[in-house]
C-alpha cells in the first residue's frame, strides 16, 4: 500500500510538512509505502472548466502548460492521500485549491473511479483561526469523491505560526500520531 502526502504550503519544511511527517512516520511504522509532494510554491493554474478531460476520458486535464498531470498520477497510484495546507485567510492555498478542483473534475468527467474508495484526510496548519474552513474544504473533496475519510482523535490540526512552532503544540502532536494510526488501520480494512 502506498500513501501520497501533498505539502500545500510553499515551506518545505514548515509546520504543514512537519505535520505530515508525523503521520507518515506512523503509516510507516505499519509497513506502508509513503511520500511526500511539494505542492505548494509550484507552477500550478486553476481549473478552465473545459471539459476537454471528459472528453478525452484518459484520467488527465487537458491542460499541460503545468504540473498537475503529474500530481494526478500519483494519486491515481496510491491507495491514500493526504492533503495538507495552511490556513491563510480562511481556506487552502491556492495550489491545494487548483489540486481539488482540477483533480475533482477530472475525476467525476471520467466515471468517479480514479479517487473512488481511497482514504483520504487532511491535515491543517494555522496561527490560530479559519482551521475548520480548511479541513472542511479538503474534506468536501474527499467527500464528492467517493473516498472514505480517516479522523483523529481532534480536527486534524495544529496551532502553529513560525516553522518549527507544531513541535511545541503537544496535542496536535498526538492528533497527527493518532490521524497515522488510524490511517494505517483504516487502509488495511479497506485493502
Known amino acids: 500500500m502506498k500513501v501520497v502526502a501533498f505539502n500545500g504550503s510553499p515551506r ?13 512516520a506512523e503509516l510507516e511504522k505499519e509497513g506502508i509505502e509513503t511520500e511526500i509532494v511539494q505542492l505548494g510554491g509550484r507552477k500550478v493554474f486553476g481549473c478552465l472548466a473545459c471539459g476537454q478531460c471528459g472528453k478525452n476520458k484518459d484520467n488527465r486535464c487537458a491542460r499541460k502548460d503545468d504540473e498537475m498531470n503529474t500530481f494526478i ?14 490556513t491563510y485567510f480562511s481556506n ?18 471520467n ?13 491543517v496548519s494555522v496561527r490560530r483561526a479559519g482551521s475548520t474552513f ?24 495544529t496551532l502553529s505560526r513560525d516553522p518549527g512552532d507544531v513541535q511545541k503544540d503537544e496535542e496536535g502532536i498526538q492528533t497527527f500520531q ?14
Open 73 to 86: 498520477e500519483k494519486i491515481e497510484k496510491a491507495d491514500g492521500i493526504i492533503i495538507g495546507s495552511p
Open 111 to 123: 466515471g468517479g473511479s480514479l479517487l473512488r474508495g481511497k482514504v483520504g484526510t487532511a491535515v
Open 134 to 157: 480548511t479541513y472542511s474544504a479538503i474534506n468536501f473533496f474527499f467527500g464528492i469523491a467517493e473516498m472514505t475519510i480517516c479522523s483523529s482523535s481532534y480536527w486534524n490540526m
Open 12 to 24: 518545505a519544511n514548515g509546520n504543514t510538512a512537519q505535520s505530515l511527517k508525523m503521520v507518515l
Open 92 to 109: 487552502v492555498s491556492t495550489e491545494v485549491k487548483a489540486l481539488i478542483d482540477r483533480c475533482g473534475y477530472v475525476a467525476k468527467s
Open 178 to 191: 493518532v490521524l497515522g494510526q488510524n490511517m494505517a488501520k483504516l487502509l488495511k480494512q479497506v485493502r
